[in-house]
């Protein structure tokens, strides 16, 4: 059975750090990349503002770059999220998701998980 699990969420202060992990099961997570996606309340699901590639290729969108930080550990099957200095408007459902493809597009993405909530505030 194909899964993803995420795990790590939580609520922090400005300025504070969390790290995501996703656990992958069932596939062969070195054949696929892995994005983060966030959803905020009242807003629709945007395209990956990470991807890690199993070559160690990684991409971040603009508002999350020099903060956030993705690795993976293909021997524990899990990929990383670590994020630093965050702000409210970080706050959001974030989703780890798996694509044969390096792909900022959702659509592309065959395996998602249930999502981890984190909330920024003072």
């Known amino acids: 059975q194909v899964q993803l699990v995420e795990s790590g969420g939580g609520s922090v202060r400005p300025g504070g750090s969390l790290r995501l992990s996703c656990v992958a099961s069932?596939?062969?997570?070195?054949?696929?990349?892995i994005g983060w996606f966030r959803q905020a309340p009242g807003k629709e699901r945007e395209g990956a503002i990470c991807?890690?590639?199993?070559?160690?290729?990684?991409y971040y969108e603009g508002s999350v770059k020099g903060r956030f930080t993705v690795s993976r550990d293909d021997a524990k099957s899990t990929v990383y999220l670590q994020m630093n200095s965050l702000k409210p408007e970080d706050t959001a459902v974030y989703y780890c998701?798996?694509?044969?493809?390096?792909?900022?597009?959702?659509?592309?993405?065959?395996?998602w998980g249930q999502g981890t909530q984190v909330t920024v505030s003072s």
């Open positions: 998701a798996a694509s044969p493809y390096y792909t900022v597009s959702p659509k592309d993405y065959d395996y």
């Open positions: 991807i890690e590639q199993s070559d160690g290729t990684t």
């Open positions: 069932g596939f062969r997570l070195d054949r696929y990349a």
